[in-house]
């Protein structure tokens, strides 16, 4: 019952959170949750499904295309921009930032 609330879990936030992010909704938390997703992804490849080293890669190795180390690294940096930055002036928290500030109080 655990792993199949975990599996759906999982689901849907990985359909969810990069919704958010593209609509720039909730972004710092939609970017903080992705970033725990793929950490919980890195770790069920390397424990749950043995990946090999070649497929996780090294740290400054010549050749940057690893499947796990590279390219979550890569992805990890844009969603700790995302988590730092927030989201841009073309996002629904920027109009809801806007509009809250143009309520009087």
């Not at 720039?24 to 970033?35: Q, S, V």
Request: charged share 15%; net charge negative.
């Amino acid at each position: 019952a655990l792993d199949r609330l975990i599996i759906l879990a999982g689901t849907y936030a990985e359909y969810i959170l990069p919704l958010l992010i593209v609509i720039g909704l909730f972004t710092r938390l939609a970017a903080l949750g992705m970033i725990g997703f793929v950490i919980v992804q890195s770790l069920t490849d390397i424990y749950g499904h043995g990946a090999d080293a070649t497929t996780i890669g090294a740290w400054f190795d010549r050749a940057s295309d690893a499947l796990i180390v590279d390219q979550r690294a890569f992805w990890m940096l844009a969603l700790i921009t995302l988590v730092l930055k927030g989201a841009g002036p073309l996002s629904v928290d920027h109009i809801l930032n806007a509009r809250r500030a143009a309520v009087p109080e």
